[in-house]
């Protein structure tokens, strides 16, 4: 029983901190709520379309500066915030972790349904994952331990965001921007590497702010947007008008 029991403080203390990083993807889904709302009440399409596209992106981004960390510094993070008093946390923190970017992306179609009068369907798939998640964590917990049950929450978290953007497709079918995804996952990619690369060689304070910065130049180089919205912000700052 107390191994047991330790093992579900070590499962919680992760899923704690996995669920403070959902707070962001939840304040970026509430604000796309609002937006998507009034695109549908005026009946523009291509307005909701490229809150999509955005939403898509800025979820994005937040799933990478949340996930990459949770991953590469589990053990620093859960170190920090736990001491040694939860060592399994480390392991389920980046099981449960992988599934992040899928959860905050599944935000949107979860707020567009609710905005399309499609509340009910949200609800549905919402409850029947939550019906079908416990039992199976736990039986993954029996035979695999804590880490069965941290790589069955993510299983099941990314099912419900996909069926959540299966439903949208089929009942108001705007499609899933790849563009800002793959863009986003090329930088995180590279900063993984960094930071892994990085890691046995100099301090964290060191290797955290190369990693970030190389994160930054890579989306640079791969999305023409974020180049675009840094050359309007630079001609506001010196007082032009932006052509």
Known sequence: VGHASGQLADFQGAQKISALAGLVGGVVGRAFYVAASRAIARGDRGQLE?????????????????????????????????????????????????????????????????????????????????????????????????????????????????????????????????????RVATASGVATGLLLSLGGVVTLPVSVPVAASGFVIVLLAVDRNQRRRIATLTRLRRGEVPG
């Open 50 to 182: 490229k809150h999509i596209t955005d939403t898509v992106m800025l979820l994005s981004l937040a799933a990478a500066a949340v996930s990459v960390p949770c991953i590469v510094l589990r053990q620093e993070i859960v170190g920090l915030l736990y001491g040694d008093r939860l060592p399994a946390a480390v392991d389920a923190l980046w099981i449960i972790s992988l599934a992040l970017p899928f959860s905050f992306v599944g935000f949107i179609p979860s707020n567009l349904l609710a905005a399309s009068g499609h509340g009910w369907s949200r609800l549905a798939i919402t409850a029947f994952f939550a019906i079908l998640t416990w039992p199976a964590a736990y039986l993954a917990t029996v035979r695999w331990g804590i880490n069965g049950a941290a790589a069955t929450m993510s299983i099941f978290s990314a099912a419900s965001a996909l069926t959540l953007w299966i439903t949208q497709r089929m009942s108001l079918g705007y499609r899933l921007p790849l563009g800002p995804m793959w």
